[in-house]
RNA sequence: CGGGGUGUGGCUCAGCUUGGUAGAGCGCUUGGUUCGGGACCAAGAGGUCGAGAGUUCAAAUCUCUCCACCCCGACCA
């Protein structure tokens, strides 16, 4: 590929808001180019590694026996509608009608479609197991598309649904596809982790995620020095502190003013006490209207995630006035003891006295007993913090910062029994298929290599992804040697079977090797007057800092056992 | 959706407070010099100042409405 002729150019400056290493790489380097918030064009060199990328996915999907397909992109109402998620999709989905005026939506994703085929196509346990997976875009009318690739409205997912006779088959595909990811990341040169995730409105109980730390990631993962623990801070748990035993000879509880003392940061300077001995009590209602007090030390977040699968509830807002009102309850000094309102008593709060707020103005409690002065049902809807203990090893918990690359969920029969899809199993009886979906997203991980792959250069591309294998740089000379050398090169390591992107531009020294930086391709091969008379071409790696002479005869064997690894 | 911010040539930005000829650097074109780490000289091209309405003799600048994009929070690959 001559650069000369190549659609995209590269950047010297990145656009302003342009906010992460990895964005603006992206940019900078003729990756991509947005075309509308969270929509972005491939341009030839991203593209190139996009499909690199695929076929790395391709390879191990194949490899475990999953089959490629093709589902359309645009899908019907009506199997959305049999699982509910035609209307729970609605807000993040984008939709259209046919002249017949028939209702379609961008897939979200292809469970329902993908079930729909199946309890048709698999009439016998003799056709199961089976995992099938295309490469299809996604549309996603998400409320904050971020960070170049990261988050997109549209973008292409590799999706895969195993389908098994029973939880055991399940169980070994879900296993194969965690390799297979594991692998998959491993060759693209992502160091992924997998880590317990929560399930969000996917459905089903079981699910992982791969993660890649870095710190332009926007999960929070909880990760264990020490043993093999790690998990989305949705999910992530810790085990409980030595519980105190509680003093028993504590007074009743008892009023203590508290004017214009509305948080807790308030409360512990007017006090002279730490956060953790207040009681938070959040009022909160759930996407149904129904309202609940949810009580937390007041060193603790609450953690949404856990909340929402506790209520079994999509979405958990904060109360209304009319709500506080209900539960007789005042803003600012909201306290469980005689609240009316259902109750949940978060697992960190101890059996011990508390500063909780009184349910009157300017008014808070001292020496509330949970358990004692008020009951509620005990829940885990907190967020573990960095020092917390590790629930498996009991190590101190650290906190880092991911981007999701992949996840894997193991739905068993949930989609089956929602489509009645069912086989005829060897018993003669009718049972559902078992389900499970598999995602990575393609551009999301192209963008989480370069975030994770780079100097202050440029991209540093993993030589198994990198748009070519070789830049040959052809630097000026008066002579007019260097050019049909360097084409007679490029010729030659072309039908070696070397990528190459050629720069045969007229462009001074200084620009042909900054944008070969910044493009970052592997192996950088300068053809110059200098070389010609050594009757060599310089080459050189992306992150060594300078370069060898190889013999002109021995430069395209050299080439190809570098190129490949 | 809530909160914040920004829209001026392809990119980075100045100009706006205090209304009066639309600017700089980079990039682009042409010619010349240079030639191994983002060269130099000269001459050029390129702008409905996000859109619409209003105020005014006069609007990039003041007012209103709208739009787009970015950032922070709740969801996801």
């Not at 209520?311 to 539960?327: C, G």
Request: proline share 6%.
């Amino acid at each position: 590929m001559r650069q000369s002729t190549l659609f995209g150019r590269t950047l010297r400056e990145a656009p302003s808001d342009a906010t992460t290493p990895g964005t603006r790489l992206l940019l900078r380097a003729a990756i991509a180019r947005p075309l509308a918030a969270g929509l972005y064009t491939w341009l030839p060199l991203g593209f190139r590694v996009a499909r690199k990328v695929e076929q790395i996915i391709r390879e191990e999907q194949d490899r475990i026996g999953a089959q490629e397909i093709r589902i359309p992109v645009i899908t019907p109402a009506e199997y959305w509608k049999e699982t509910g998620r035609w209307d729970t999709l609605e807000p993040v989905t984008f939709r259209t009608r046919d002249h017949g005026g028939r209702e379609y939506m961008i897939g979200y994703t292809h469970e329902e479609l993908v079930m729909h085929h199946a309890r048709s196509e698999i009439q016998s346990y003799r056709q199961l197991p089976a995992i099938v997976y295309h490469f299809q875009e996604k549309g996603r009318d998400e409320e904050r598309p971020r960070a170049g690739l990261l988050r997109v409205r549209e973008f292409v997912m590799k999706d895969a649904y195993s389908i098994a006779r029973d939880f055991e088959e399940l169980d070994r595909q879900y296993w194969a596809e965690h390799d297979a990811y594991a692998r998959s990341f491993a060759r693209m040169g992502l160091d992924a982790i997998s880590v317990e995730s929560d399930t969000g409105n996917m459905g089903g109980d079981v699910a992982h995620e791969f993660q890649v730390l870095t710190d332009v990631g926007e999960d929070r993962i909880v990760v264990c020095p020490s043993c093999d623990y790690r998990a989305n801070m949705e999910k992530a748990t810790r085990a409980p502190a030595p519980a105190a035993a509680a003093p028993a000879d504590l007074p009743a509880y008892a009023s203590i003013d508290t004017p214009d003392a509305t948080t807790i940061e308030t409360l512990e300077r007017r006090l002279g006490l730490p956060a953790r001995d207040f009681l938070k009590t959040l009022l909160l209602r759930d996407a149904e209207g129904s309202v609940v007090a949810v009580v937390l030390p007041g060193d603790r977040e609450l953690n949404e995630a856990k909340l929402r699968k506790v209520l079994r509830t999509s979405a958990v807002k904060f109360a209304s006035e009319a709500d506080f009102t209900a539960a007789k309850a005042v803003p600012g000094y909201v306290g469980p003891v005689a609240l009316r309102a259902r109750t949940l008593v978060d697992a960190s709060v101890e059996p011990r006295g508390y500063v909780a707020g009184a349910n009157r103005k300017d008014t808070h409690l001292r020496d509330v007993v949970p358990g004692r002065d008020f009951r509620g049902e005990r829940v885990d809807v907190h967020d573990v913090a960095a020092g917390d203990r590790c629930p498996k090893c009991g190590a101190g918990l650290a906190v880092r910062r991911g981007v999701e690359v992949g996840n894997i969920f193991k739905f068993g029969p949930y989609y089956a029994d929602k489509m009645d899809a069912t086989y005829l199993a060897e018993d003669g009886t009718r049972r559902p298929l078992m389900f499970g979906s598999y995602g990575i997203g393609i551009g999301r991980a192209v963008q989480t290599i370069i975030e994770t792959s780079h100097d202050e250069r440029g991209i540093v591309w993993p030589k198994a992804v990198a748009p070519f294998d070789a830049h040959v740089v052809a630097l000026p000379s008066r002579d007019g040697a260097v050019p049909p050398a360097a084409d007679a090169l490029v010729a030659e390591l072309e039908s070696a079977g070397i990528e190459v992107l050629y720069d045969d531009r007229e462009e001074t020294a200084g620009v042909k090797f900054a944008d070969a930086d910044l493009i970052g391709i592997p192996l950088r091969l300068t053809v110059s007057a200098r070389t010609l008379k050594e009757d060599a071409v310089e080459l050189k790696g992306r992150r060594a800092e300078n370069g060898t002479l190889v013999p002109r005869g021995e430069i395209v064997a050299t080439v190809k056992e570098l190129a490949r690894p």
